[in-house]
């Protein structure tokens, strides 16, 4: 079985407009198998896209791409757990969570496990699929020994395994609003400030280094996690799905690198020469991957004794 290529939801406050014609271009041009859609960190900006979203699901759909639906990583509010309530409620499309409040709405039925339901190992993902879970995807910060442990627990007992392979690693969430602090306003009067920032804002060093990005309340690393001279590995452990995280790049480019690697239509370093123009400003990053700093470029040629890039 060919390995699945999915693309994760967008994680910043991208206009209606922008959403729209993403997803249009992703229909009819991305050789993606499947799209998650939905909100999954501020409960806000929900209402921006919802009446977007059956039209999405059906453009989607028609291009015959499988379309999940994520839920919110953080449930605080009533509403917020009305929403997630709401949302586990549904039979399709299938549903993707992300949060423990999710899990207890869904009540033992069908669902996937997100990347912030923290997947860290063998007897969380036995429990998780007791639970019914039929399909996780691992957090970003696991090295390869971990995900190959995580998958074949996941693959013994029929689940579906995801690893991101592009775009930033989120690596936490708050209740508090980093984006509104930063700009002297308040969770609840941030006027959607974020909405400035559609690859996040950079946070900076004293000495004037970007380190980390804020979305909202998400922590994301400043780098673009890239596991392109990877995925023969995963390939070989079993992993059965590859997200791809929307950035401010040519998405549509980025997943035909991946599929072309994918299936060995293109070697690695000819794929990563070309993602590397298509992301010029950017930095690549593979350290969890290889058990180091997650910001760190390691070189792929010798497991063991890697280098920094």
């Not at 997803?23 to 050789?31: G, L, Q």
């Not at 390869?144 to 395994?161: D, E, F, H, Y």
């Not at 350290?287 to 470029?297: E, I, N, P, S």
Request: glycine letters at 6%; charged letters at 25%.
């Amino acid at each position: 079985m060919s390995v699945k290529l999915t693309l994760g939801p967008i994680a910043y406050h991208w206009t209606p407009e922008a959403r729209t014609d993403f997803y249009a271009r992703i229909a009819d041009e991305a050789p993606v198998d499947e799209v998650y859609l939905g909100e999954v960190i501020c409960s806000k900006r929900a209402p921006f896209f919802e009446a977007d979203i059956p039209a999405t699901i059906e453009r989607l759909e028609r291009a015959g791409k499988r379309v999940v639906l994520s839920s919110l990583a953080e449930v605080m509010l009533k509403r917020e757990r009305k929403a997630t309530a709401d949302l586990a409620g549904m039979d399709t499309p299938e549903i993707e969570i992300n949060n423990a409040a999710g899990l207890y709405a869904r009540a033992g039925r069908a669902h996937r496990i997100g990347p912030f339901m923290n997947a860290y190992n063998e007897a969380t993902i036995d429990w998780m699929a007791r639970q019914g879970a039929t399909h996780v995807c691992l957090p970003s910060e696991l090295p390869a020994p971990a995900v190959a442990n995580a998958t074949r627990a996941a693959r013994a007992l029929g689940l579906g395994v995801e690893v991101q392979v592009f775009g930033r690693a989120s690596l936490a969430v708050s209740a508090r609003c980093y984006h509104a602090r930063a700009h002297g306003r308040t969770k609840d009067n941030c006027l959607f400030v974020c909405e400035d920032d559609p690859d996040g804002m950079a946070l900076r060093t004293r000495d004037d280094r970007a380190i980390l990005r804020v979305n909202g309340i998400q922590t994301q690393s400043e780098t673009y996690l890239n596991l392109l001279p990877e995925l023969p590995e995963m390939q070989a452990m079993d992993v059965t799905h590859l997200r791809l995280m929307p950035q401010t790049v040519d998405m549509i480019a980025v997943a035909h690198l991946f599929r072309d690697v994918a299936d060995a239509r293109l070697d690695a370093p000819e794929a990563e020469a070309r993602l590397q123009e298509l992301c010029t400003d950017k930095v690549f990053s593979n350290g969890f991957w290889h058990g180091t700093a997650g910001y760190r470029r390691m070189s792929a040629l010798a497991r063991g004794q890697v280098q920094a890039g």
